[in-house]
């Protein structure tokens, strides 16, 4: 029988035979094997709907299917699609430039943009430059609950131990410093009469050569870099309080501590900027981003450095290489989605949705006690589910959402849907929302009637 002739039941024994399972897609007891996609939509074999929150973890910022930045790689499919990565295409240049030049405007630095395939391998070159200009420093801090990605080198940043356990110590593993979660406080302090304490026991580390970090006779810290999402993705969507960062760059300054912003997942306007860190009035020394700079349609990912870092004569030709880096496709794609947020407004028009579908979650919170807290940035919003408690994380309940979710059968106005969620959170119990920014207000008005249809089926 040709492969095109098989059924979903014979495809999904091929997949338990041959696939590994290795990768995520067994998180969900029973895979679903999907068929086509549309604006913010997903389709089965069976051509059920399912309305995606999550887009791909945010690689699909600007819905599936787009057809501006579907054309321009099109184009570029039927006049350069590929060229070896050691020469130049116009788009790349464009891209880089294009990027040097929004990220100067932001926050007043010149710098350069490099290239690579994905947002690990993003994050690996991103410690690269580090550890050169910091003449092979190689001890880092990072965050408690960040993900820096799962190849070798990005593990050693991130702070899940399980990520690491398979394969034993690559590098120097990161020191890992307590986020900003004021709902879950690791110090057990309450907002606002902490007075930012966390940034207070992060500044006792350099009082003493004794703590482990600074020589104090010449004030040299053997940290290079500060590795730091500005919002937490995996870690479930933790907005920090207001003045954290410029509170923490006041300390990485004085000590001459890089500081890498994270945006793999937050950048391209998920937060209603550009990059997220401009929310927080700091500066870093390195931007990494990757997953909706092409809005996924090819891989590609990269930073953008101070200039100080990434000069030629610093980063000489080959201080890394990727055989797909800077593709003409992934380039093109990526120029067409940047001129896709400008056309579309998008600084001014997340904040205004994510403003109304966080009020609305804010109003189911009141009706359910299960819902425990509900918080965002733009269109990147939390949603943590605990016992009646408000505070007692509820994984179990979680868990059955998202797999009820899965099963496309929620009955509203006549018609069955799916619902398509992704878990995070410390305590795995929190649903982190990432919708299309493309997003239309009837389809948050359904989603909210779908979510609340779930919390009533499983928590009874």
């Given at each position: 029988m040709p492969f095109t002739d098989l059924t979903t039941k014979e495809l999904l024994k091929l997949e338990a035979t041959y696939c590994s399972y290795g990768d995520t897609v067994h998180y969900l007891k029973d895979p679903i094997i999907f068929n086509r996609c549309e604006g913010s939509w997903m389709f089965d074999e069976e051509e059920r709907p399912f309305l995606d929150m999550q887009m791909w973890y945010s690689a699909v910022n600007f819905g599936y299917r787009n057809r501006e930045i579907e054309e321009a790689h099109h184009r570029q499919m039927t006049r350069l699609p590929q060229v070896?990565?050691?020469?130049?295409?116009?788009?790349?240049?464009?891209?880089?430039?294009?990027?040097?030049?929004?990220?100067?405007?932001?926050?007043?630095?010149?710098?350069?943009?490099?290239?690579?395939?994905?947002?690990?391998?993003?994050?690996?070159?991103?410690?690269?430059?580090?550890?050169?200009?910091?003449?092979?420093?190689?001890?880092?801090?990072?965050?408690?609950?960040?993900?820096?990605?799962?190849?070798?080198?990005?593990?050693?940043?991130?702070?899940?131990?399980r990520y690491r356990k398979r394969y034993g110590q690559f590098a120097n593993r990161a020191t890992f410093i307590p986020f900003p979660y004021c709902y879950r406080c690791f110090y057990e302090k309450e907002r606002p009469s902490c007075d930012y304490y966390c940034?207070?026991?992060?500044?006792?580390?350099f009082e003493t050569e004794y703590y482990g970090a600074i020589d104090k006779k010449d004030n040299e810290v053997e940290y290079a870099a500060f590795f730091a999402e500005p919002i937490q993705a995996t870690g479930g969507y933790i907005v920090p309080p207001p003045e954290y960062f410029s509170r923490l760059e006041q300390v990485l300054r004085k000590y001459n501590i890089l500081l890498v912003d994270d945006e793999i997942q937050m950048g391209f306007y998920r937060t209603g900027k550009l990059w997220a860190m401009e929310h927080f009035g700091v500066k870093p020394d390195v931007v990494a981003f990757a997953k909706s700079l092409t809005n996924g349609l090819n891989p590609l990912s990269g930073l953008w450095a101070r200039e100080e870092l990434i000069a030629p004569e610093v980063f000489p030709p080959g201080s890394t290489h990727s055989t797909f880096s800077s593709n003409p496709l992934g380039t093109a794609a990526g120029l067409a989605a940047m001129e896709y947020m400008k056309k579309h407004r998008l600084e001014e028009l997340v904040p205004e949705k994510g403003a109304y579908l966080l009020g609305r979650l804010k109003e189911l919170?009141?009706?359910?006690?299960?819902?425990?807290?509900?918080?965002?940035?733009?269109?990147?919003?939390?949603?943590?589910?605990?016992?009646?408690?408000?505070?007692?994380?509820?994984?179990?309940?979680?868990?059955?959402?998202?797999?009820?979710?899965?099963?496309?059968?929620?009955?509203?106005?006549?018609?069955?849907?799916?619902?398509?969620?992704?878990?995070?959170?410390?305590?795995?119990?929190?649903?982190?929302?990432?919708?299309?920014?493309?997003?239309?207000?009837?389809?948050?008005?359904?989603?909210?009637?779908?979510?609340?249809?779930?919390?009533?089926?499983?928590?009874?």
């Open positions: 070896a990565s050691q020469y130049l295409h116009r788009e790349k240049i464009l891209l880089s430039t294009t990027i040097a030049q929004e990220t100067e405007k932001r926050f007043g630095e010149k710098g350069r943009v490099h290239y690579n395939v994905g947002g690990a391998q993003a994050i690996e070159d991103s410690i690269k430059l580090v550890r050169n200009f910091k003449h092979g420093k190689s001890l880092m801090f990072a965050f408690m609950g960040g993900y820096h990605g799962r190849t070798l080198a990005a593990t050693e940043i991130t702070s899940s131990f940034i207070k026991e992060f500044a006792r580390l919170q009141k009706k359910y006690p299960v819902i425990g807290d509900v918080d965002g940035l733009g269109l990147a919003i939390r949603v943590e589910l605990t016992k009646p408690d408000r505070f007692t994380p509820d994984r179990e309940l979680t868990d059955a959402i998202f797999q009820e979710g899965m099963k496309g059968n929620i009955k509203v106005e006549g018609q069955e849907y799916g619902l398509v969620l992704d878990v995070g959170g410390y305590y795995k119990n929190a649903f982190t929302l990432a919708p299309a920014l493309t997003i239309a207000y009837e389809e948050m008005d359904l989603f909210l009637k779908l979510f609340e249809a779930l919390i009533k089926r499983c928590a009874a």
